[in-house]
């Protein structure tokens, strides 16, 4: 079986198979990601659909500086950003719907939908939102996010912690 | 359970699969769809820019000759006929006249009104 950097180095001579074997290694992990983001199915496989439209353009000149891996869930945070900031108004106006009266809570405590939550997300400001998002999405350990978005361990740490305060206190923690 | 525990339940979601190669070809079909779009833009960014250098180029032709005087435009009369046709062309219609008019002195004064010199002092040098 041939590696990540094999089949990338091969696309990179022309071989679009070559890419296809990488979406076929990878979709899965992209989809789920924009499972997590957004509750409608054909809107996360359009994101994953961007998502590798994006990497056909930029494996041409990727120079093998960062792992596959990372350089992937970059183009995952920064694509499911840009989707947050064209659907900020919408969620946020998701967030201020009143719930529907015919409903009947089937638990003591309410369940957060998908969709509220992420609606808090998207209000924080970018580095937060970035980390937050990583962090509930795909309950990376710190240093792999920091890893993956350029910063340090602490830092992320940091960002996480205000966010989250911020986030609680959007979805006023009624739990 | 903690806050981020709840918030990772609230996003969790059933694990679906996608049809591999039927994505694959959707995605190749978009690829081409992009491609041919920016194709097609960039042709008719190119068009925008001919007609745009041609237009110049035609104002440029036009406005040669303009002149503005105290606000309003004159044009330059210095524009070059063919000479030799034009001086051809008006002896044959001085030479018609001369013929088709009964009185010649009627043709005379009036070549002599229209300044046309030549045959005038053709008549003198016969007289």
């Not at chain 1, 106006?93 to 609606?119: M, N």
Request: negative net charge; aromatic residues 12%.
């Amino acid at each position: 079986m041939k590696t990540d950097r094999e089949l990338i180095q091969e696309f990179q001579r022309g071989s679009d198979a070559a890419f296809n074997e990488l979406v076929r290694r990878y979709l899965d992990l992209v989809y789920h990601f924009f499972q997590k983001i957004t509750p409608d199915k054909m809107e996360a496989e359009d994101l994953a659909q961007t998502v590798f439209i994006k990497l056909f353009k930029a494996l041409k000149k990727f120079r093998f500086e960062s792992e596959f891996n990372t350089y992937l869930y970059r183009v995952n945070i920064n694509t499911a950003n840009t989707y947050f900031k064209r659907n900020k108004w919408r969620n946020m106006l998701h967030l201020d719907q009143v719930p529907d009266p015919g409903y009947v809570e089937t638990s003591q405590e309410r369940q957060w939908r998908k969709e509220e939550v992420w609606a808090a997300v998207s209000q924080l400001p970018k580095k937060q939102r970035l980390v937050v998002m990583m962090r509930i999405s795909q309950a990376l350990p710190f240093k792999d996010i920091g890893n993956i978005l350029n910063m340090t361990e602490g830092t992320a740490k940091v960002n996480y912690h205000y966010g989250i305060k911020r986030v609680k206190s959007l979805l006023g923690n009624n739990k | 359970m903690n806050f981020e525990a709840k918030l990772q339940e609230a996003v969790s979601s059933a694990s679906e699969m996608l049809d591999k190669e039927k994505f694959i070809n959707k995605l190749t079909a978009a690829r081409y769809a992009q491609a041919l779009k920016r194709s097609q833009a960039i042709s008719g960014c190119l068009a925008m820019v001919v007609v745009l250098v041609v237009g110049i180029l035609g104002y440029n032709e036009l406005d040669q000759g303009a002149i503005l005087i105290e606000g309003s435009y004159y044009f330059s009369t210095s524009i070059n006929f063919d000479q030799d046709e034009d001086s051809e062309y008006f002896d044959d219609l001085a030479l018609y006249i001369m013929e088709q008019e009964e009185d010649i002195w009627m043709a005379f004064s009036f070549l002599d009104e229209i300044e046309y010199d030549k045959i005038v002092n053709l008549m003198e040098d016969e007289s």
